[in-house]
């Protein structure tokens, strides 16, 4: 799955440590999400969605196989 995590803090001027503590995770979990290297759970990306007021279907997108 990819998603547009990195871009989406950026444009909001936050650094990894910034978001996670906005969330209640660690740094680490969203470096690996940034990486694609993590899917997180259902409730964490529907945190996403509502700090960064974008539907979670605009943040992260399937990947073609």
Same mark, same amino acid.
């Given at each position: 799955?990819?998603?547009?995590? =990195?871009?989406?803090? =950026?444009?909001?001027? !936050?650094?990894?440590?910034?978001?996670?503590?906005?969330?209640?995770? $660690?740094?680490? $979990?969203?470096?690996?999400? &940034?990486?694609?290297?993590?899917?997180? $759970?259902?409730? !964490?990306?529907?945190? !996403?969605? =509502?700090?960064?007021? $974008?539907?979670?279907?605009?943040?992260?997108?399937? &990947?073609?196989?």
């Amino acid at each position: 799955m990819k998603n547009n995590i =990195k871009a989406l803090r =950026k444009q909001k001027g !936050l650094r990894q440590e910034d978001l996670a503590n906005q969330l209640g995770v $660690t740094r680490q $979990t969203i470096n690996a999400i &940034e990486n694609n290297k993590y899917n997180p $759970t259902l409730e !964490l990306a529907i945190k !996403l969605g =509502k700090l960064f007021r $974008t539907p979670v279907e605009e943040i992260f997108q399937l &990947e073609d196989k």
